[in-house]
């Protein structure tokens, strides 16, 4: 079993910057990780993913160039660097975690584990 809890989120204005972060426990080791995120009214959207041995990273097109995943085992902690925000960005980001690195993709449906969310709103 794997626990999930992001922070970091908050009010930010266009073309700033900010971290989340996303604590993770119990049985963690092996598990690849990721960042999806749902704005209202919009379905949940794929933003990153980092296997578990940080070697291999995937970017959603719209956040490429600006948002940076990384993960400190050692802490057992993924973190996302969002640079150049937008008001676009505006959304719930949710953490995930998988067995199977494929997974962590398109809308997430069968994803092992999910964080309960960190808003992050973008102003203009």
């Known amino acids: 079993q794997v626990q999930l809890v992001e922070s970091g989120g908050g009010l930010v204005q266009a073309g700033g910057s900010l971290r989340l972060s996303c604590a993770a426990s119990?049985?963690?080791?092996?598990?690849?990780m990721g960042w999806f995120r749902q704005a209202p009214g919009k379905e949940r959207e794929f933003v990153a993913s980092?296997?578990?041995?940080?070697?291999?990273?995937r970017y959603a097109d719209s956040v490429k160039g600006r948002f940076t995943i990384s993960r400190d085992n050692a802490q057992n902690t993924v973190y996302l660097q969002m640079n150049s925000l937008k008001p676009e960005d505006t959304a719930v980001y949710y953490c995930?975690?998988?067995?199977?690195?494929?997974?962590?993709?398109?809308?997430?449906?069968?994803?092992?584990?999910w964080g309960k969310g960190t808003l992050l709103t973008v102003s203009s």
């Open positions: 995930a975690a998988d067995r199977t690195y494929a997974s962590i993709q398109s809308d997430g449906n069968g994803v092992d584990y």
């Open positions: 119990g049985r963690t080791f092996g598990y690849h």
């Open positions: 980092i296997s578990w041995g940080g070697s291999s990273t």
